[in-house]
């Protein structure tokens, strides 16, 4: 299956760069190109890529909004991966909010781009790298005081179990070993989570752990909830 991508970039060297890197792949055409978020908004609409790689700072509409516009327009059908920097851009907690599902550093390695954009295209939020889990924790940090206490409505004590290890950057599999359940199991536990909240990816999972106080930055062990 290949997967039809689309780049937004105002910086025109990294753009190039990162389209060409991405036409060597056989499983990767990129259908557009887009130098703002007024322009990504539309090549997207014209080309309803899988994948469309957003940059979070551009002028004249930024990336989160433009990633707002693409989701929203395709359904979801398009996946959002955006570009940061290292230096903790303010922006990240809103892009995983408006349902990007996840992001990629700029100096980025060919292995990492590869690598980002086939998880994201078929569905997965990219959260095991460090840098995301560091990301998601500072701002759900800088945000503590700011976001107002929830209560895990609906969850049974095991789902939301399982959206503190989902939040913690497990993958299923460990999931299962952790909890001494099945993959099975813990597939099903996390469609209830996802049905239940109206989660889109794993992203917006972890955006809700934090947002719920089930994993606070920097704590050693959550704390347990039930439902």
Same mark, same amino acid.
């Given at each position: 299956? +290949?997967?039809?991508?689309?780049?937004?970039?105002?910086?025109?060297?990294?753009?190039a760069g990162f389209v060409n890197l991405l036409a060597t792949q056989e499983d990767i055409e990129v259908v557009g190109?887009?130098? %703002?978020? +007024?322009?990504?908004?539309? &090549?997207?609409?014209?080309?309803?890529?899988?994948?469309?790689?957003?940059?979070?700072?551009?002028? @004249?509409?930024?990336?989160?909004? *433009? *990633?707002?516009?693409?989701?929203?327009?395709?359904?979801?059908? !398009? #996946? &959002?991966?955006?570009?940061?920097?290292? %230096?903790?851009?303010? /922006? &990240? /907690?809103?892009?995983?909010?408006?349902?990007?599902?996840?992001?990629?550093?700029?100096?980025? !390695?060919?292995?990492?781009?590869? @690598?980002?954009? $086939?998880? &994201?295209?078929?569905?997965?939020?990219?959260?095991?790298?460090?840098? !995301?889990?560091?990301?998601?924790?500072?701002?759900?940090?800088? $945000?503590? =005081?700011?976001?107002p206490p929830r209560p895990v409505e609906g969850l049974t004590a095991r789902e939301a179990e399982v959206l503190v290890?989902?939040? #913690?950057?497990?993958?299923?599999?460990?999931?299962?070993?952790?909890?001494?359940? !099945?993959? @099975?199991? +813990?597939?099903? @536990?996390?469609? $209830?989570?996802?049905? #239940? $909240?109206?989660?889109?990816?794993?992203?917006?999972?972890?955006?809700?752990? /934090?947002?719920?106080?089930? +994993?606070?930055? =920097?704590? =050693?062990?959550?704390?347990?909830a039930t439902g």
């Open positions: 299956m +290949v997967i039809r991508a689309m780049v937004a970039d105002d910086q025109a060297v990294v753009r190109e887009a130098e %703002d978020g +007024v322009a990504a908004v539309r &090549v997207a609409a014209e080309q309803r890529p899988d994948l469309a790689l957003l940059d979070i700072r551009m002028p @004249h509409r930024n990336g989160i909004e *433009a *990633a707002r516009e693409i989701l929203a327009a395709s359904d979801g059908r !398009t #996946k &959002v991966l955006m570009l940061t920097t290292f %230096d903790l851009d303010e /922006y &990240v /907690y809103e892009a995983l909010a408006a349902g990007a599902s996840g992001f990629l550093l700029k100096d980025a !390695t060919f292995p990492e781009l590869l @690598h980002a954009v $086939r998880v &994201v295209a078929r569905g997965d939020a990219l959260l095991a790298p460090a840098i !995301t889990r560091r990301l998601v924790g500072e701002f759900a940090r800088q $945000r503590a =005081g700011v976001l290890l989902i939040a #913690k950057g497990m993958s299923n599999a460990e999931i299962a070993v952790r909890l001494t359940i !099945t993959d @099975h199991t +813990v597939k099903t @536990h996390i469609n $209830r989570l996802f049905a #239940k $909240r109206g989660l889109r990816d794993r992203a917006q999972a972890v955006i809700l752990a /934090y947002e719920l106080g089930l +994993v606070r930055p =920097g704590a =050693g062990c959550p704390p347990s």
